[in-house]
């Protein structure tokens, strides 16, 4: 399955989906990591009573790759990152 394929496809599972939304953009980013069997992943931390993400991204080529999966999402009107969707938490493991 390619990446454009898969974004349709998922797309298509989420009822509503909305691009703007960002819990959709997550849950679509570790969809994506699950399916292309990447070593990025997402870890929820509590702090200060707040559940907040953080993605750990394995190399530069993920990070660009889950970076196109949004602007897919978007059909390419978005200059959106996974900085923007996990608001600056971002672990870079490279």
């Given at each position: ?15 509503n ?36 993400s ?39 493991q490279?």
């Amino acid at each position: 399955m390619n990446l454009e394929d898969f974004i349709k496809e998922y797309k298509g599972s989420i009822k509503n989906f909305n691009p703007s939304n960002i819990e959709h953009l997550r849950s679509m980013i570790t969809s994506g990591v699950d399916s292309f069997n990447l070593k990025s992943f997402e870890e929820v931390e509590d702090i200060e009573g707040e559940d907040r993400s953080f993605l750990y991204v394995h190399s530069m080529a993920e990070e660009n790759l889950l970076t196109k999966m949004i602007q897919l999402s978007f059909d390419h009107n978005s200059e959106l990152t996974i900085e923007d969707v996990y608001q600056g938490r971002i672990i870079r493991q490279y």
